[in-house]
């Protein structure tokens, strides 16, 4: 049975910083490409960040240079450390995997205040 269990989010004024992280279960972590996804109210979720097996990693254009995720393939847990956040960063955000079909996390509500 796949897990994906966040934690981290909360509230931060804008300029501040969060770090969310996943912890993973019921897959095999350190071959699995994983990725963070966020959705503002009224918008489409977005992928935001994204890790390869490899370490390889992509960002959405708007969180590039402020935003890094990160994987401890001892831990099963993916990072997301979000710097400089501004209030347009304020989305629930999901961590995702594709296992066989996508696994979503339950989500962490991140709001950033101006």
Same mark, same amino acid.
């Given at each position: 049975?796949?897990?994906? =269990?966040?934690?981290?989010?909360?509230? =931060?004024?804008?300029? #501040?910083?969060?770090?969310?992280?996943?912890? $993973?279960?019921?897959? !095999? +972590?350190? !071959? &699995?490409?994983?990725?963070?996804?966020?959705? $503002?109210? #009224? /918008?489409?979720?977005?992928?935001? $960040? #994204?890790?390869?097996?490899? @370490?390889?990693? *992509?960002?959405? %254009?708007?969180?590039? @240079?402020? +935003?890094?995720?990160?994987?401890? *393939?001892? /831990? *099963?847990?993916?990072?997301?450390?979000? *710097?400089?956040? /501004?209030?347009?960063?304020?989305? =629930?955000?999901?961590?995702? &995997?594709?296992?066989?079909? %996508?696994?979503? @996390?339950? @989500?962490?509500?991140?709001?950033?205040?101006?």
């Amino acid at each position: 049975q796949v897990q994906l =269990v966040e934690s981290g989010g909360g509230l =931060v004024q804008a300029g #501040g910083s969060l770090r969310l992280s996943c912890a $993973a279960s019921g897959i !095999i +972590f350190r !071959i &699995t490409a994983m990725g963070w996804y966020r959705q $503002a109210p #009224g /918008k489409q979720r977005e992928l935001v $960040a #994204g890790i390869s097996s490899d @370490g390889t990693t *992509n960002y959405v %254009d708007s969180v590039k @240079g402020r +935003f890094t995720i990160s994987r401890d *393939n001892a /831990k *099963n847990t993916v990072y997301l450390q979000m *710097n400089s956040l /501004k209030p347009e960063d304020t989305a =629930v955000y999901y961590c995702h &995997t594709w296992w066989s079909n %996508d696994y979503w @996390g339950q @989500g962490t509500q991140v709001t950033v205040s101006s």
